[in-house]
């Protein structure tokens, strides 16, 4: 019983630093890819500031604006070499464009058709950003332009294999049609977990592991030492003089010397001491395989220094004792101990030594 509850213990434990280390995992990762959807952006417009010196029309010295606030133009209007012709914004593009503004957009379109975007530098801006902030993720980019048929076509930054559209972390679209789309991919194994909260879940999760280890160690150190203990007290040892010393037959090929005080199996022999071989001759000897506490102490302490606990403690080593080569058990009920024995000991059990 003993042994199934410190199992169940144990599995209670694993399964609460499961938990704390899944939650903590789950906390970060999301803290993470919050703060790279951040850098991502940040990346985006740096890679935009480095074509402040190009030179289009009407325009010099462009710098990347912030956001602004305008309502969804819906239908765009370009004039073309073959005519005006009408493009529609679709409302999640246009909620994710880098810039609002109905001029800002057309600056973009100018400036990325003059310089595209690469996906590598912009892989490389945002990487450096990210461990700067000692954020430990996988990442790649890719640059999608749509031309004014609206066909597209993409570029990728190195290692695009490894990623899946599932790993997308969010688009940016740049231009007068929101023509021009920026994404971010990032994936993050359990290993680069290196954040210094889930480091210090896992030292709390140590640190209680390694104090239930201790004080299982103190405990079983002090249950091995009890006995010693007593007997250091100084118990009395009875000595047990008889005129016959029969050798029980306890099971198949199992066997009790009284005179030994041996609990034999075969070829594996288990020593007792003198109490524990005197209250398993008492036990087998009695009505029943029945002994009261008071008979036991009197037999055992007729000077009256019996107690409960000495009791107890010559019971479970007995106990102990029973248990390396046998089947047998003894129960408490009702004050007294009963020996249980898987088969009926008689006459023929019972052998001279």
């Not at 993470?32 to 951040?38: I, L, T």
């Not at 850098?39 to 417009?45: D, N, V």
């Not at 030492?225 to 090929?253: C, M, N």
């Not at 066997?255 to 398993?280: C, G, S």
Request: hydrophobic share 40%.
């Amino acid at each position: 019983m003993m042994k199934i509850k410190r199992k169940k213990i144990l599995w209670i434990r694993l399964l609460v630093y499961s938990l704390a280390m899944g939650a903590g995992t789950f906390l970060v990762h999301q803290k993470w890819d919050e703060q790279a959807r951040a850098t991502f952006k940040t990346a985006l417009l740096q890679e935009l500031q480095k074509r402040d010196t190009l030179s289009i029309p009407y325009i010099s010295n462009w710098t990347a604006i912030s956001a602004l606030e305008e309502v969804n133009p819906g239908v765009v209007e370009i004039a073309l070499d073959s005519g005006k012709r009408k493009y529609e914004i679709p409302c999640f593009k246009f909620e994710n464009s880098l810039v609002k503004g109905g001029i800002q957009r057309g600056l973009l379109t100018a400036l990325l058709d003059e310089s595209p975007l690469d996906a590598d530098s912009l892989h490389g801006t945002w990487n450096k950003l990210l461990k700067e902030s000692d954020i430990f993720l996988k990442t790649h980019t890719r640059i999608t332009v749509w031309d004014f048929q609206e066909q597209p076509s993409s570029a990728f930054s190195k290692n695009v294999q490894k990623f899946s559209q599932t790993d997308s972390l969010l688009s940016y679209y740049m231009g007068f049609r929101c023509e021009v789309e920026a994404t971010g991919y990032a994936s993050c194994e359990w290993w680069l977990l290196s954040d210094w909260r889930l480091l210090a879940i896992g030292g709390v999760c140590a640190g209680i592991e390694l104090l239930f280890f201790i004080f299982g160690k103190m405990y079983c150190y002090r249950k091995n030492r009890q006995p010693e203990e007593v007997e250091q007290e100084g118990l009395p040892v009875i000595v047990v003089t008889v005129e016959q010393s029969p050798v029980y037959q306890l099971g198949e090929h199992t066997f009790f010397d009284a005179e030994r005080m041996e609990l034999i199996k075969e070829e594996q022999v288990v020593k007792l001491t003198p109490q524990t071989a005197v209250l398993l001759e008492k036990f087998l000897q009695a009505e029943g395989h029945t002994l009261s506490t008071s008979l036991i102490s009197e037999t055992l302490w007729p000077n009256g220094s019996g107690s409960q606990e000495r009791i107890h403690t010559l019971i479970r080593r007995l106990r102990k004792s029973l248990g390396e080569l046998t089947a047998l058990q003894i129960k408490f009920k009702n004050d007294s101990y009963h020996l249980i024995i898987p088969h009926f000991i008689g006459k023929n059990a019972l052998t001279n030594a």
